[in-house]
């Protein structure tokens, strides 16, 4: 078995297994969860695919089975399943057990107008770098719809957000190569700021929170539009 078919494995079982607990039955969820993951998980592949294609990234054959559809490795595939199945578990978890927990909204457009203020600039000096650009454009256009349309999502997603990196770092700094003799995947540095958070580049970590806020966002007016019905 593949180290990337593992990793995706082991992220996604305790979290599907737990998704049926009495308590939190983040199962019932199900019905708009997983259109928004699958929604998301189209954007980002038809990304991930094109990336590829020109050379923004390319993934080692060491670590994956060998199959794959349209130049990504079935790993590659299962990755937009796995990971953001298990990142947005912990996020209803702790919206469920910590309810009261939230930021005030003065504090989330503060948030945004900070992030604005640090992203934007690195964006218009770096433009044209394929990774930069495309990423930290989208994170900006998604978190400005959502902070004016449904502002609710960042009161606690800006804080899960930071408990998502723990365990996402773990997994995206093995894919990177941190404690491993090779990276899963190898990033083209002409492309990107060259910043590494150990392993990992500085623009995965607005890639995670782009993937995970679409799926909270489109969940969001799915569920919106059954209870109108």
Known sequence: MS??????????????LYSFEKRMRFSSRWKS???????????FIAW?????????????????????????????????ICIPYASLFIHFAF????PKVRLKLIRVWQLYWL?????????????????????????????????S??????????????IIL????????????????EPVVYYNNLENLNIRLGTIPIEDVGYAFSMLLMTLVIMERLENKNQKK
């Open 33 to 43: 969860f997983f259109p928004a993951l699958l929604v998301t998980a189209v954007v």
């Open 149 to 162: 349309k449904a502002p609710q999502i960042l009161q606690t997603f800006f804080i899960t957000f930071l």
């Open 115 to 147: 992030i604005v203020a640090v992203v934007l600039p690195v964006l218009l000096f770096n433009w044209g770098k394929w990774y930069t650009t495309v990423n930290y454009s989208l994170l900006l256009l998604l978190l400005t719809y959502t902070v």
């Open 166 to 181: 723990l365990p996402f770092a773990l997994v995206n700094g093995i894919l990177t190569g941190s404690f491993i003799d």
């Open 95 to 98: 919206h469920y057990f910590f």
């Open 48 to 80: 991930d695919i094109f990336f590829t294609k020109i050379g923004v990234w390319h993934f080692n054959p060491r670590y994956h089975t060998g199959i794959e559809i349209a130049g990504l490795p079935i790993e590659e595939w299962l990755f937009f």
């Open 3 to 16: 180290l990337y078919l593992i990793l995706n494995l082991a992220s996604f079982i305790i979290p599907f």
